[in-house]
């Protein structure tokens, strides 16, 4: 097991082949048809055209596995190619998993989503939001016209940031380092609510730390730490034994490498002390906006239990209800400054997921169906649920920047690989 791999030597774990418990079990369900050589061809050229050094992805559909596929290296230095066993950092795909740690309190009662994010957190009872610069500089800060509610940090309405910019919030975030990681989530919280919002609450879609400030408020409500929540509330029952926060010496070999593109059409390897030394040791700070590593499989079996509405092999995770209200769309139309959120369809957003609320209007946008609930990590790995279809995907590529190209072309083939088949 990651989170404590000396359980894991001693039951003889660790090996490069997988675990018995980590492939999704198949049920017995209609007989399928895809055409696997579709999506064989478009991820064999996403490696021969360049565009990736390695990738893999894992589909089922009506509780069946109908495709998997790997192509092209995890480790070009060394040779290794990209396996099904293979570890990928999965970044923000770790923000599904804090909702449903969460959402699993919501059912318990420990906390209204429309109550005030301050009436749980007291350090945000006094926010302030940034309305301009004084001549010397200066920040001009108003109150919010409305309370934060819990809401908000789930659908990204809360106006927190990122600190992506050069923006004077996004300098103020970027100077108060909230997010280094030898920081515990309390102090982090305590800074947060010292900085202005970037926008009034509600009236944005605004990507953000607040998935962090959910891991916060799990371990007030709970007084428990908030890795060992999500072990004991997701990955535990989910057997998804190597998803961790931790990488210990002994599977450093499995993890793939990180590549950008170069300025000569290739691509060039990024360091990995500026990608994994965050997974050296473990952190003090936690959170639940990024920060697992996994493989195909056990992610599969986290989508998997969303497809089946909150269970999964026998345990019940959530409620079918909560599943629901999860993966509605809960931004109104009002809400018309959405960041990039435009760019991946038309979407709305519920719970942690991005939430498709109508088909491609055109052939540059990526294609879904209406319905689909989803998220994507920072070196562009994918997965999503297609109720109408009953299909889970799971895509894994490891580049930096983020690459929506790579994630359409896989996205159109694996329905060309369903309206392929007679």
């Known amino acids: 097991m990651l989170r404590n791999f000396g359980l894991g030597i001693m039951l003889g774990f660790g090996a490069l082949t997988l675990g018995a418990c980590d492939a999704p079990r198949q049920v017995t369900a209609p ?9 064989d061809v478009a991820l064999s050229e996403l490696v021969s055209d360049g565009a990736v050094m390695g990738t893999s992805a894992l589909i089922y559909q009506n509780g069946q596995e109908v495709y998997f596929g790997a192509f092209g290296q995890a480790d070009a230095e060394v040779g290794r190619p990209f396996r099904r066993d293979t570890l990928a950092a999965i970044y923000s795909m770790t923000k599904p998993v804090a909702s449903v740690t969460l959402m699993s309190l919501y059912e318990e009662g420990l906390f209204d989503l429309e109550a005030p994010l301050a009436d749980y957190l007291p350090e945000y009872a006094d926010v302030k939001v940034y309305a301009g610069q004084n001549e010397d500089g ?47 989530l309390s102090q982090f919280s305590q800074e947060l609510a010292a900085l ?26 709970t007084g428990r730490v908030y890795e060992d929540l999500v072990q004991s509330r997701v990955l535990d029952p989910l057997k998804m034994t190597e998803t961790a926060y931790f990488v210990p010496p002994s599977e450093k070999p499995r993890l793939a490498a990180h590549y950008t593109p170069n300025k000569m059409g290739g691509l060039t390897r990024i360091p990995d ?49 909560t ?34 609320t109508a088909p491609p209007v055109d ?30 995907a799971v895509f894994f590529i490891q580049v930096q920047p983020f690459d929506g ?18």
């Open 31 to 39: 007989q399928v048809k895809f055409d696997a050589a579709v999506v």
């Open 138 to 184: 200066s920040l001009i800060l108003e109150p919010p016209t409305r309370p934060i509610k819990v809401i908000d940090i789930f659908r990204h309405t809360a106006c927190f940031g990122y600190g992506w910019g050069d923006d004077p919030v996004s300098t103020a975030m970027n100077k108060a380092d909230i997010l280094n990681p030898s920081k515990p």
């Open 196 to 221: 202005p919002l970037y926008c009034q609450p509600g009236s944005e879609w605004k990507y953000s730390v607040s998935v962090d400030v959910q891991a916060r408020l799990a371990e007030v409500l």
């Open 273 to 321: 002390r500026e990608i994994y030394s965050f997974y050296d040791e473990k952190p003090v700070q936690i959170g639940g906006g990024s920060g697992l590593i996994s493989t195909l499989d056990n992610y599969m079996r986290f989508a998997l239990m969303l497809q089946n509405e909150g269970s999964f092999d026998g345990v019940q995770i959530l409620k079918p209800e």
């Open 323 to 356: 599943i629901a209200l999860m993966t509605k769309d809960h931004l109104s139309p009002d809400i018309t400054e959405r960041s990039f959120l435009p760019f991946k369809g038309q979407m709305g957003f519920g719970l942690n997921f991005a939430v498709r």
């Open 363 to 392: 052939a540059k946008e990526p294609f879904g169906v209406t319905g689909e609930f989803f998220w994507d990590g920072a070196a562009s790995t994918l997965f999503w649920v297609d109720p109408k279809n009953d299909l889970t």
């Open 405 to 422: 190209v790579s994630q359409a072309k896989f996205r159109r083939a694996v329905y060309d690989a369903l309206e392929s088949m007679p």
